[in-house]
């Protein structure tokens, strides 16, 4: 071994023990105290100590939904566990899908039975682990003429999905009438309707399900860190055992050392393998998909539609709050990954898309809210379009050690991170790591104070009381409650502290709530993945923002060049939401 070589090893060797002696002291530390700094936004510097200060059994690289399931399950099976994030937790795909945890009905039709038995399963405990976010969703499937289900097909195809997906009770498939598809929607095109199936599935904010997952995983000891960034990995004779990180806040750099690395980077992780020079084979297809925003004035759906466009693909039109949305687009993309666009081609073709099942609706691009637009990391396969292509998610082993997982839905996140840690597990158990528990994550509920099904809806009938009593439309109990579970209480207690208008002394105790136990860092990180306002609730931004960017300042104290990088920063986001573009952005390499 040349002298070099031996010296670097020696000072590798020199550090892990070190950082052996200072986690042998830390595991000591109470849990709570640990989610009390793990979570503070302004404990930021503390947590880059013990992030650089300690050693890991297993570091995930990617803070999605995917990524905070691992980091939850290694935690809870007693793995010393850290995540990071190059941006804000769900900044990605977990940010800007459909925002449903649904079986996939289309898979069915794809005879891909095992699929829908395991996300039909997932979507039950997901409703049993976060009933405030993971919502019943009674949904409308149209029988048209013409169309891609006949009544007899989606009858049995329903049937055994309901028989598959474990459903039971009311939530189990009806197939109804054309008088009573109508009456259940009346926006609905009487011309062409059939009939309907009405079945189940759930809506959720994908965001806070994932900042749920990362603040339980925090409970369990996992410490999970946004705007850090793998910049590329440390070897000791070709295996992998660090990662040179950079805070990205800060533009400080250092190294994590680590027994296992999983990357679960969504779209960003073939870039991850090509570090690790084992990107080959399988890769990764982007496919992108926008969604848009309207008033419910402007489209007053009564019920989710899961309905036919005319290339042959299905569509949602979902109604939330005081919105409805709609999409998804399905296509190839090849454009930049880090800023992801709406074009007024894609909102052309959603807009497009809604003739043939709802005519009476006249919608043109200026009365677009919002959008969303983001992009699937699916499994290439040769000869198949982006919308062909299976959502089954797969695992990369590479020879350095890397894991690397891809693919997949948001529904099931938590056996994606099952099968990642049994695989950690099993590598830990050959060097002598004893007593790693079995997955637990199916009993792990995701609020601190957990609510039932019926103390969701009871809670929302008690709030909406005093939400009128301050001044607030009762909407604002639905929101506080499918936002914050039983966290809405502390959130109006926040409230009476605030001399403004009723609407900016709410959002202002929101971020107070989010700065202290969500990890905030950035104003696109509240209003856009803590609150869901800059897609569902446009109008507040306008009425809050000089509020939130002030009580910013005071609470990191910002420099006024800070305030106005930060400012700015959030500007092109919005602008990003409420826009189109001519093109996308070009792809940055690599």
């Known amino acids: 071994m040349p002298e070099h070589q031996w010296i670097e090893k020696m000072k590798n060797i020199a550090k892990r023990a070190i950082l052996w002696f200072r986690d042998f002291s830390e595991r000591t530390h109470n849990s709570l105290l640990k989610f009390q700094i793990y979570m503070q936004s302004n404990k930021r510097s503390e947590n880059i100590q013990t992030l650089k200060n300690s050693e890991y059994d297993i570091l995930v690289i990617g803070g999605g939904a995917t990524g905070a399931g691992i980091a939850l399950d290694a935690a809870s099976r007693g793995l010393k566990t850290a995540l990071i994030e190059m941006q804000d937790f769900a900044s990605g795909t977990s940010s800007r899908s459909t925002k449903l945890i649904h079986g996939g009905l289309r898979y069915l039709k794809q005879m891909d039975f095992g699929l829908v038995r395991e996300t039909g399963t997932e979507r039950a405990i997901l409703h049993r682990l976060a009933p405030h976010l993971v919502l019943p969703e009674k949904m409308i499937l149209p029988l048209v003429e013409g169309g891609t289900y006949g009544k007899l097909a989606t009858s049995f195809g329903l049937k055994i999905y309901d028989i598959l997906a474990g459903v039971t009770g009311t939530d189990r498939r009806k197939m109804l009438s054309k008088e009573k598809t109508m009456h259940l929607e009346p926006l609905l095109n009487e011309k062409i309707l059939k009939g309907s199936g009405f079945y189940a599935e759930y809506r959720t904010d994908d965001a806070r399900l994932t900042i749920e997952l990362i603040k339980t995983a925090a409970r369990y000891g996992a410490l999970s860190l946004n705007y850090v960034k793998a910049v590329d990995f440390i070897y000791e004779e070709d295996r992998l055992i660090g990662v040179k990180c950079n805070d990205e806040l800060n533009d400080e750099s250092f190294s994590v050392y680590t027994k296992e690395v999983v990357a679960a980077g969504g779209p960003w992780v073939d870039r991850l393998r090509k570090k690790d020079k084992s990107l080959i084979g399988k890769r990764l297809r982007h496919s992108k998909g926008v969604h848009l925003v309207v008033p419910k004035e402007k489209f007053p759906l009564k019920h989710t539609v899961y309905f036919d466009v005319p290339d042959g693909r299905m569509m949602f039109a979902i109604p939330r709050g005081r919105v409805t949305y709609i999409g998804t687009s399905d296509t190839d993309y090849n454009g930049d990954l880090d800023r992801i666009v709406a074009t007024k081609e894609d909102l052309e073709y959603i807009l497009g898309s809604l003739a043939n099942t709802f005519p009476s609706i006249q919608l043109t691009i200026d009365d677009v809210i919002s959008n969303w637009a983001g992009v699937r990391p699916l499994i290439h396969e040769d000869g198949k379009s982006a919308s062909e292509l299976s959502r089954k998610d797969e695992i990369f082993e590479s020879k350095s050690g890397l894991i690397a997982i891809a693919g997949g839905k948001l529904t099931g996140y938590r056996k994606m991170a099952e099968r990642v840690v049994d695989k950690v597990s099993a590598r830990l158990a050959k060097i002598g790591k004893k007593d790693i528990k079995d997955c637990i994550t199916n009993d792990i509920a995701l609020t601190e104070d957990h609510l039932s099904r019926k103390e969701v809806e009871d809670l929302i009938e008690k709030l909406e009381s005093q939400v009128k009593a301050k001044g607030l439309d009762p909407y604002f109990a639905w929101y506080l409650v499918t936002n914050y ?68 300042v005071d609470y990191f104290n910002w420099t006024d060049a800070e305030k106005i990088k930060q400012v700015d920063a959030f500007d092109r986001e919005y602008q990003d939401a409420t826009t189109y573009y001519e093109k996308e952005f070009s792809k940055v390499k690599l």
């Not at 923002?545 to 002030?550: A, T």
């Open 485 to 552: 579970g039983n966290a809405a209480n502390e959130i109006l207690d926040r409230f009476n502290k605030y001399n403004n208008p009723a609407e900016i002394a709410l959002t202002r105790a929101e971020l107070e709530y989010c700065l202290e136990n969500e990890m905030v860092n950035r104003i696109s990180d509240f209003y856009i993945r803590r609150t869901g306002k800059l897609f569902f609730e446009i109008g507040n931004i306008a009425l809050t923002k000089d509020y939130i960017v002030n009580d910013f």
